[in-house]
């Protein structure tokens, strides 16, 4: 077992209690990125979750599917849903506008003002951070009229750790690790000064 697979499995205890109630989960596209192989889930433990996977693990794209399961599932009176973001994502530090320009500038000659037209008020999910990505949609799910009766959860995984944290903690480490940082700086400057 890799070791980050190990302490991984220290949050699964948590989030099984999530599972075993209504889960669902919306995480990223990235490869790296698959909660199956992360969580170690699988159909011999009986501990699978509804997962949906959009680019960024944005919410937005990620409605009607959310929607569906909740008209045929618990109509968002119970149960948990997991946004689950990652560090190193493609969608951080992207640009919607430069995403469109791309697009359009590779569809066939004269097929440039019919995607323009089509992509007009396409939002593609470009963020700054993935803390604050996650708890956007944290925020747009919870005030949603219907998923009112379920707890909505966002974390972070570290893409080259593998481990999964609660927003509010990735923050307190993220804080812990830039405090280090500017200490080695200022450490670094008072040494040069000498
Ligand atoms: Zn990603």
Known sequence: MRPWTRRAVDMR???????????????CTDPRCTPEEYLGMSSASGDKATIVRTAGARAQPALSTLYVLSAVGNLGKKG???VI???DCGLQGADDEEIRRLLVGAVDEGQEEKARGTLREARFGAFVRPDISVMEDVDMLTASPFFRGMEIVGFVQDTETG???EVSEWRVQENRKSDVQSREIEQAKANGGK
């Open 13 to 27: 205890g948590w989030i099984r209690e999530c599972w075993r109630i209504w889960r669902r989960m919306v995480a």
């Open 80 to 82: 948990v849903i997991m």
């Open 85 to 87: 973001g990652h560090t």
């Open 163 to 165: 481990l999964v944290t």
